[in-house]
C-alpha cells in the first residue's frame, strides 16, 4: 500500500472514533488554544511515521516537515508538536483500546507474556528520574539485563499459524512480576486454557483460577537436565507460546517500543508506549497480512 493511502486510511479512521468519543480523554481547559491543526491531524501524523519506520520523534517530525508539509499545512514548531502529543497523551490508550477485540475470546486459548520499555539500563538506572511515577529499576532474565523502565503485559487469543490477537495490555513498573498482574484480571478473562513462560509458573498449581496454566517445567535446584517427559512437556508449551514472542518482535521490529531513552516525561512515556502499540494493533486490524 502506498503511503498516501496508509495516510488517508489512517486519518479517516482516527476522525471517526474522535467524532464518536475519543474527544473526550483530550479535552482543555485552557482559556485559548491553536487548533488549526488538530488533534486528530497530530495522531494521525504520529500513527504514520511510526508505521513509515519513523521510530524518534524527531525524525518523525522533520520527515513530515520536508515531506508531507502539504497534507499538513499548519504544522507547529517541532516543540510545539511534541507538547500536543503529551496533552494528548491519554487518547493514546483509549485509541488502543477501540482497536483491540471486545467481547469473549474467540478461542478458549490464550497466550501471555510481557515484554520490557528500557528507559534507562545497568548503571545509569541508578540516577534515572524519568517517569518515577511510572516506571522502576528491574531486571530482564531472558537478557540479563538490569534496566529502569516499566514492562507491558499481552494477554491474547491463541491464532494456530499466525500472531496472537491482543486483548488485554496493561502498563506497570519494571519492578513488578508478572503472575500478580495476571491474578487481578484473572476472573475477567474467558479462556480455559492459557500458555505462558516459566515466571507465571506457579499460577499452574493453583485452583482458585477460572481456567488452566501451563507453563514450561522448571529446573529444581541442583537439578541439571529435565526428564524425558518434563522436556517433551516443555518443548508442547512452547510451541503454542511461541507465536506471542514473534508477535514482540515484530513490534519491537516496526515500531521500536522496547528503546525508549529518549522519553522525559510520564505523558510521553505513555505516548511511546500506548502510541506505538496502537500503531501495531491498527496494522494488525487493516492488513492483517502484514506481518
Known sequence: MDWQTQLITVYLTV??????????????????????FTDEEAITLYLCGILDGKCQIKTL?????????????HLPSYGGFVQRLNRLADVFPALLERWSPAGA????????????VVLAQQARRYTAKVAKDLAASGYCPTKKLYYHGVK?????????????????????????????????????LGYRNLFADKAYEYLSRQTSLPFTVFTPVRKTPGQAHLDAA???YSTAVSRVRQPIEALFNWIQAKPGIEAASKVRSSRGLLVHVFGRLAAAMF???????SP
Open 230 to 232: 518434563d522436556r517433551l
Open 105 to 116: 475470546p474467540a478461542t478458549p486459548i490464550g497466550v501471555a507474556d510481557s515484554f520490557k
Open 283 to 289: 496494522l494488525l486490524n487493516q492488513w492483517p497480512d
Open 61 to 73: 517530525y522533520e520527515h513530515a516537515r520536508r515531506y508531507w508539509r502539504d497534507w499538513f499545512p
Open 152 to 188: 507491558s503485559h499481552v494477554i491474547g487469543d491463541e491464532r494456530p499459524g499466525t500472531l496472537p490477537r491482543p486483548r488485554y495490555i496493561a502498563l506497570t513498573a519494571a519492578n513488578l512480576s508478572d503472575g500478580p498482574v495476571l491474578e487481578q484480571i484473572a476472573p475477567s
Open 15 to 36: 476522525c471517526d472514533l474522535y467524532r464518536r468519543g475519543l474527544w473526550v480523554h483530550g479535552q482543555r481547559f485552557a482559556p485559548y488554544a491553536d487548533l488549526r
